[in-house]
C-alpha cells in the first residue's frame, strides 16, 4: 500500500469520527425540537383545561376578581407559549445547522472514500498490466528458445 493511501486512510478515519460526531449533534437537535414541541403541546393542553375551568366557575357563579385571575393566568400562559415558539423557531434552525453540518461531513467522507476506491483500481490496473508484460515475456522468451532450438 502506497504512503498517500496510508494518509489517505488517516484521514478517512478522522473524517469518520468528525461525521459521527456530526450526526450525533443533529440527533440531539432533533431531539431537542421534539421535546420543545411536545412542551407546548402540554402547555397549550394545560392552557385549554384551565380555560375550560373558568367556563364552567363562570356558568355558575364567579365573582370578578376569580374570573380576572383566570384571566390573566391564561394570558401569561399565551405570552409563554409565544415564547416557546420562538424557541422553537431557533431550534429547528439550529436543527437546520447541525444537519447541514453532518451533510457536509458525510461528503467529505465520501470523497476520500473515491479517492481511495481510485487509488485501488488504478494499482489493480498497474497490477495487471505488470501480470500481462510478465506472461507476454514469458511468451516471448519460450518463443525465442524455441526458434534457437529449430535453428540450432
Known amino acids: 500500500m502506497a504512503n498517500q493511501d496510508k494518509a489517505l486512510l488517516l484521514v478517512l478515519d478522522l473524517r469518520k469520527k468528525e461525521e459521527d460526531a456530526a450526526l450525533q449533534q ?25 380555560a375550560d375551568e373558568m367556563e ?8 370578578m376578581n376569580m374570573y380576572f385571575s383566570y384571566q390573566q393566568f391564561i394570558d401569561k400562559l399565551d405570552k409563554i ?6 424557541g422553537l423557531l431557533q431550534l429547528k434552525a439550529q436543527e437546520e445547522r447541525a444537519k447541514q453540518n453532518y451533510l457536509q461531513k458525510q461528503q467529505a467522507r465520501k470523497i476520500i472514500e473515491a479517492l ?5 483500481k488504478a494499482r489493480a490496473l498497474k497490477e495487471a498490466k505488470a ?22
Open 81 to 86: 407559549k409565544i415564547r416557546q415558539e420562538e
Open 116 to 120: 481511495l476506491e481510485k487509488h485501488k
Open 56 to 63: 364552567v366557575k363562570a356558568r355558575t357563579s364567579m365573582d
Open 26 to 50: 443533529w440527533t440531539d437537535a432533533q431531539n431537542s425540537v421534539h421535546n420543545f414541541e411536545k412542551q407546548i403541546e402540554q402547555l397549550i393542553s394545560f392552557q385549554k383545561i384551565y
Open 131 to 152: 501480470e500481462q508484460k510478465l506472461a507476454d515475456d514469458i511468451v516471448s522468451s519460450k518463443m525465442a528458445r524455441s526458434l534457437i532450438e529449430r535453428n540450432s
